[in-house]
């Protein structure tokens, strides 16, 4: 795909500013929408002047336009809520949503590049459906009423990305999918500072984007000495970093979030320092762990162990897939919904299993950090968990 365009999410999610920031400056993102409906004036005032320079030009605004040439923002987007495209816009680089075929012959001569949507039904609006069918639109790539001019967007995931370049499209617009928690996290192994390096660099590499820097061992200084080199990696593949236990770490700023486990601090206690500036991690055993950590507003949760474990103490009592399937029965039943990671002993023997009855995520460490070849297993276990 030649060009990606982010938008952010309505409400603010964890340490996003500088998530944005990184998105631009390692080329992975060309623009950024900021789409905030919520906000008054002044809270996006606020909002955008946090962003650096160089930042602010590769952003464009649904709303409260006037603010572009206030705080040096480079795009300016024409949507329903701000339909006019005022003269002096023009100055600016200019978007435009369109839902038709006919808006975009009426705005792509108009404008820099027109959002034609939705293309796959929607993920963060239930009940949006798709509007064009595939050979459809190769028809209109082909009789070139649709072109370069013209970004994808709704419903857009990595997996179908490929579909979009085989109908015509270089350019996409990601929104949920830009900001749902990767589905494979690794925790790092309980090993040297300069292995626990290695192994996260080795891990980042062949793909996966979550990272959870676990030194139960280690003091302060030791962690933020790692913390410092693998935040450095982690921007450079835009992937996320918490710590494990540690939540006075977060105010170094070097992490994503916290992962609590059930004897440290209470959650809704540590809600009051996360808040939704960082992501806020909680490990369950039970049904009523998971209650409790819903209730506490936690991000996600790491529930297990699935099987007998070396990499942890203590251990809880064995879930197994009996155990994962009651949950989610539950999850059902009370039409609640929260991401959660299954953890302990995980093999990936057991990924297809798993995924089969709706685990969403996986956290692993011996099984990559003990592998014998760990670019296969990680390749086996991402096919299974992008």
């Known amino acids: 795909m030649r060009r990606l365009i982010g938008i952010t999410p309505e409400n603010l999610v964890f340490r996003e500013k500088e998530r944005i920031t990184n998105f631009i400056r390692s080329g992975y993102i060309s623009y950024f929408h900021i789409r905030k409906p919520s906000f008054s004036e002044q809270q996006m005032r606020e909002y955008l002047s946090s962003f650096p320079k160089d930042v602010r030009e590769k952003l464009s605004l649904h709303d409260f336009h006037s603010l572009a040439f206030e705080l040096g923002i480079g795009g300016i987007h024409i949507n329903k809520r701000n339909p006019v495209l005022k003269e002096e816009y023009k100055k600016k680089r200019i978007s435009v949503s369109c839902h038709s075929i006919e808006e975009v012959k009426e705005w792509k001569g108009k404008s820099e590049y027109v959002f034609l949507s939705p293309i ?9 459906k798709s509007k064009f069918s595939s050979e459809e639109l190769k028809q209109y790539f082909k009789e070139r009423v649709l072109d370069s001019k013209v970004v994808a967007l709704g419903g857009i995931t990595k997996e179908n990305i490929e579909e979009l370049e085989q109908i015509g499209f270089s350019s996409c617009a990601l929104l949920s999918s830009l900001w749902q928690l990767p589905k ?5 192994p309980n090993k040297s500072s300069k292995e626990i390096l290695e192994e996260s660099k080795a891990v980042l590499q062949s793909g996966i984007r979550f990272i959870q820097l676990r030194m139960k061992q280690g003091t302060d200084e030791q962690i933020i000495k790692v913390a410092r080199i693998l935040r450095s990696l982690c921007d450079k593949y835009n992937a996320i970093l918490t710590i494990d236990d540690r939540i006075n770490l977060l105010e170094t700023n070097l992490f994503d979030g916290v992962h609590l486990g059930k004897n440290d601090m209470p959650l809704t ?11 806020l991690g909680a490990t369950c055993n039970t049904i009523e762990d998971v209650k409790k950590a819903m209730e506490s507003k936690a991000d996600y949760l790491g529930i297990g162990p699935y099987r007998y474990t070396t990499t942890k103490q203590n251990l809880a009592p064995i879930l197994g897939l009996k155990g994962y ?4 029965t539950y999850f059902k039943k009370t039409k609640k919904h929260i991401p959660f990671y299954a953890i302990g002993g995980i093999e990936t023997k057991d990924l297809q299993e798993l995924k089969r009855i709706g685990v969403f995520g996986i956290a692993l460490s011996g099984t990559i950090s003990n592998a014998n070849n760990k670019e296969q297993t990680i390749k086996e276990i991402i096919t299974e968990y992008v």
């Open 184 to 188: 494979t996290m690794f925790i790092s």
């Open 269 to 279: 206690q540590a809600k009051q320092i996360t808040q939704n500036k960082y992501l």
């Open 120 to 128: 796959f039904d929607s993920i963060s609006k239930e009940g949006y």
């Open 325 to 328: 399937k009651e949950i989610i």
